[in-house]
């Protein structure tokens, strides 16, 4: 069993920062395969950025990529977000995801059903 705890989201402005954060406790985290997900109001939960157990692995949605960097510390027992230039359109939910499985590739690990644990989130909110 993992349990993950999101924290790092707040109201900024277009254009500014956040780093969010995933702590994980429970089970070895470091072969574990993490993303991060986020939810708007009305619409599915949406893909953001995944990244392999080992950290040596990524990939993200095309609508961050060059904006936002996913990481890991494995001492540490985390996952971060870094998001850079951040626009009204990412306004939602943020949710920590993770699973068994290493690394999960391309077709898997855009697709909520195929993390087990998730944390309850964290509201970011970009101002224009």
């Known amino acids: 069993q993992v349990q993950l705890v999101e924290s790092g989201g707040g109201l900024v402005q277009a254009g500014g920062s956040l780093r969010l954060s995933c702590a994980a406790s429970?089970?070895?985290?470091?072969?574990?395969?993490t993303a991060w997900f986020r939810q708007a109001p009305g619409n599915e939960r949406e893909f953001v950025a995944t990244?392999?157990?080992?950290?040596?692995?990524?990939y993200y949605a095309d609508s961050v990529k060059g904006r936002f960097t996913i990481s890991r510390d494995n001492a540490k027992n985390s996952v971060y977000l870094q998001m850079n230039n951040l626009k009204p359109e990412d306004t939602a939910m943020y949710y920590c995801?993770?699973?068994?499985?290493?690394?999960?590739?391309?077709?898997?690990?855009?697709?909520?059903?195929?993390?087990?644990?998730w944390g309850q989130g964290t509201q970011v909110t970009i101002s224009s």
């Open positions: 429970g089970r070895t985290f470091s072969g574990s395969a």
């Open positions: 990244i392999s157990g080992s950290g040596c692995l990524r």
């Open positions: 995801a993770a699973d068994r499985a290493v690394f999960l590739p391309p077709g898997r690990g855009q697709t909520p059903t195929s993390y087990e644990y």
